[in-house]
């Protein structure tokens, strides 16, 4: 457990209670209470002034106390859908590196691809559409990234420790573009703009659903990833330029094997689950469920045992469910209509790309301030959303684009959890994240402004 910063403690709560003195956007005394709890929270999980979950039942207490939100509404999250899919995907996961045959044959194909700097830089992106298919969580495929990688390259001198940290710095900045192409890409994230946005609006599931999602963001996503390959290639060049054939190491470990049967089983059985996630809108079968089956037959065929369940992370879980309860009990006590009629003043009434930019821009900023991608979209989602469907806007779009932004723009580790973990290994450091985030929050306007919106204009799902 980490210990408590008093001192942060001593600015957030006045700060906190000094909003709802002020009251600003004249709430009754209900809404300046879940109001000036979910600033005091949102400073809580940046500054890490007291553990997560201690801010997160801080926050579900205030939730179930002063506002309109049933009991049951809130904690009944905890079993659905997007929960059951987190634990078992995250189990599928731990199978799947259990077997070692991903790290296996990504070691192999780094290994035969590495001595050339452009093709060492290129792979990720390629793995990292390849192991969406095989391994459902993010988090698990930058593990094995970063750790084929950091195995891979060894280093002499400070000149080719910058470019390893710069070659896996890019690994990461892969995996984080290509499951944009797939709305299952990233079970945490991805799931989390879609199930934000069908509470407001149950017709943006049906949108974003596994076709419907590909068909609006892999093209983009693959301009995307070229922007993001060229802007680590320039950023770090200097860095770069150090990197050598010589620094790949020679002397490969030995890999862990498993049974061939054990192999060709978890090829089978995420073949399966990718069908029946790729199909589901015919089928209508909940992701969780074709998950869930492959976990089972994963424990009778001993991949998985009992002590794998700890791999299921109780924090994320509870932070989850906290963050999905944010935009639905703001709405049902009225918050989010006060803060819509506000920006309604505020924000020009234009039917343009450039209105479309400052959603974007606002998002940018709000994610700059909560920091977690999850919590940001959780705030934003629930006010832009109304406001922009009232204009017209197709609410699929403004769901992409607030998820794009929080996706790929970010200053520093608590602005995204993926890249975090490379600052948590070591393998970079926060000052990577900085240089390429500052540069992002002009690529991304840019890539919104030449690339994404043009392309739903042509899909005739935009209309500008």
Same mark, same amino acid.
């Given at each position: ?12 709560? *006045? @700060? ?7 009251? *600003? ?5 209900? &809404? ?9 929270? /949102?400073?809580?999980?940046? /500054? ?37 899919? @987190? ?20 070691? $192999? ?46 280093? =002499? ?62 093209? *983009? ?22 990197? %050598? ?8 470990? $030995? ?22 996630? +790729? ?52 709405? &049902? +006590? ?7 009629? %506000?920006? &309604? /003043? ?33 705030? @934003? ?37 993926? =890249? ?14 900085? $240089?390429?985030?500052?540069?992002? /929050? ?17 899909? $005739?799902?935009?209309?500008?």
């Amino acid at each position: 457990m980490k210990k408590i910063k008093f001192f942060h403690l001593a600015v957030i709560i *006045p @700060v906190s209670i000094l909003i709802t003195v002020i009251n *600003p956007l004249n709430l009754d005394l209900n &809404q300046k209470i879940l109001v000036s709890a979910l600033v005091m929270t /949102t400073a809580l999980w940046v /500054t890490e002034a007291v553990h997560k979950t201690i801010a997160c039942i801080f926050l579900l207490f205030i939730f179930s106390v002063f506002g309109k939100t049933k009991l049951y509404g809130i904690v009944s999250f905890a079993w659905s859908d997007t929960i059951l899919l @987190v634990i078992t995907t995250t189990l599928l996961s731990v199978g799947i590196m259990k077997t070692g045959i991903v790290h296996k044959y990504a070691k $192999r194909i780094f290994t035969g691809n590495s001595f050339k700097i452009f093709k060492l830089l290129i792979l990720p992106y390629i793995l990292g559409i390849v192991l969406v298919f095989l391994i459902p969580q993010a988090f698990a495929r930058v593990i094995i990234i970063g750790a084929v990688l950091n195995d891979l390259i060894i280093t =002499a001198n400070d000149s080719e420790k910058k470019a390893k940290q710069a070659i896996i710095f890019n690994g990461f900045i892969a995996v984080t573009v290509t499951y944009m192409f797939f709305n299952s890409g990233d079970i945490v994230l991805n799931q989390a703009a879609v199930n934000f946005a069908s509470d407001l609006n149950p017709e943006v599931k049906e949108a974003l659903n596994f076709s419907g999602w590909f068909k609006l963001m892999a093209l *983009p996503s693959i301009i995307t990833s070229c922007v993001c390959f060229f802007t680590v290639y320039f950023i770090f060049y200097k860095d770069l330029k150090h990197f %050598s054939g010589s620094m790949i190491s020679s002397c490969n470990t $030995r890999d862990k094997e498993d049974s061939k049967s054990k192999e060709l089983a978890s090829f089978c059985i995420m073949g399966g689950i990718i069908i029946l996630w +790729a199909t589901q809108s015919i089928h209508r079968i909940p992701y969780w469920i074709p998950a869930g089956i492959g976990v089972l037959i994963m424990f009778a065929l001993k991949s998985l045992n009992f002590s794998d369940l700890k791999s299921v992370n109780f924090h994320l879980l509870l932070f989850l469910i906290t963050v999905f309860n944010i935009g639905k009990v703001l709405t &049902q +006590a009225g918050v989010t209509s006060v803060i819509f009629t %506000s920006l &309604q /003043t505020l924000i020009p009434d234009v039917n343009s790309s450039l209105y479309l930019l400052i959603i974007a821009a606002v998002t940018m900023i709000m994610h700059i301030c909560i920091g977690s991608s999850v919590a940001t979209m959780s705030v @934003v989602l629930p006010i832009i959303l109304p406001l922009t469907v009232s204009l017209g806007y197709n609410p699929a779009i403004i769901t992409l684009i607030s998820y794009i932004v929080v996706n790929i723009h970010f200053l520093l580790p608590f602005h995204h959890v993926i =890249a975090m973990i490379g600052t948590a290994k070591e393998y970079y450091s926060d000052k990577h994240m900085l $240089r390429f985030g500052i540069v992002m /929050t002009i690529i991304t306007l840019v890539l919104l402004w030449a690339v994404y919106i043009p392309w739903w204009k042509f899909l $005739r799902v935009l209309s500008l």
